[in-house]
């Protein structure tokens, strides 16, 4: 099983500011990686494919990068309705995986 | 719009059984793959479940396998996840969710809460 670690737990930024976050997996895969846009209440959101292509409707200022074992997920500038959790997942290989997750919140 | 709605959940005693549906719309059922994931209170995403479009392959988490059925009726637009043997470990809200163009998700239900007492 490919182990999703996330880092940090909790990001604190101020709105406009830039968000840096990181994934790393336990085995190294290519692209095959996703990230996930979670707020209170809701169901999980795709933000990120193939560890860099934007899903539909999904803002510029959201990119993703990496391959092997490092992935990065970049908020350019945060906006005020960007503060959630963000989850990686990988879906190079059975059983599919998620991240622990990152809690983005105002600082 | 692609639509999907959970439903069955509830409260249930632990060694219980439960049977949940995911109602789909809007768009071509039996084209998709399917997955069930899961969200403990408070905690994270848990991939449970999915099952290819016309149901002949599954695949299951270590930790419900042998206890939890992933199928589907595609006559029906509907995908189901029958649970037995159910713990408190088990407790979650249960997301269905619709495969894009690899095994990442691109569409989401709004949940459906599933509550095992011991």
């Known amino acids: 099983e490919i182990v999703m670690t996330q880092s940090p737990a909790t990001l604190s930024v101020s709105p406009g500011e830039r968000a840096t976050l990181s994934c790393r997996a336990s085995q190294s895969f290519s692209s095959n990686l996703a990230w996930y846009q979670q707020k209170p209440g809701q169901a999980p959101r795709l933000l990120i494919y193939g560890a860099s292509a934007r899903a539909t409707g999904i803002p510029v200022r959201f990119s993703g990068s990496g391959s092997g074992t490092e992935f990065t997920l970049t908020i350019s500038s945060l906006q005020s309705e960007d503060f959630a959790v963000y989850y990686c997942?990988?879906?190079?290989?059975?059983?599919?995986?998620f991240g622990g997750g990152t809690k983005v919140e105002i600082k | 719009e692609v639509q999907l709605v959970e439903s069955g959940g509830g409260l249930v005693q632990s060694g219980g059984s439960q049977r949940l549906s995911c109602a789909a719309s809007g768009f071509t059922f039996s084209n998709y793959d399917m997955t069930w994931v899961r969200q403990a209170p408070g905690k994270g995403l848990e991939w449970v479940s999915a099952?290819?479009?016309?149901?002949?392959?599954?695949y299951y988490a270590d930790s419900v396998r042998g206890r939890f059925t992933i199928s589907r009726d595609n006559s029906k637009n509907t995908l189901y996840l029958q649970m037995i043997s159910l713990r408190a470990e088990d407790t979650a809200v249960y997301y269905c969710?619709?495969?894009?163009?690899?095994?990442?998700?691109?569409?989401w239900g709004q949940g459906v809460l599933v509550t095992v007492s011991s």
């Open positions: 969710a619709q495969r894009g163009s690899s095994w990442h998700f691109d569409n």
């Open positions: 099952i290819t479009s016309g149901g002949r392959s599954t």
């Open positions: 997942q990988q879906y190079n290989s059975w059983p599919l995986t």
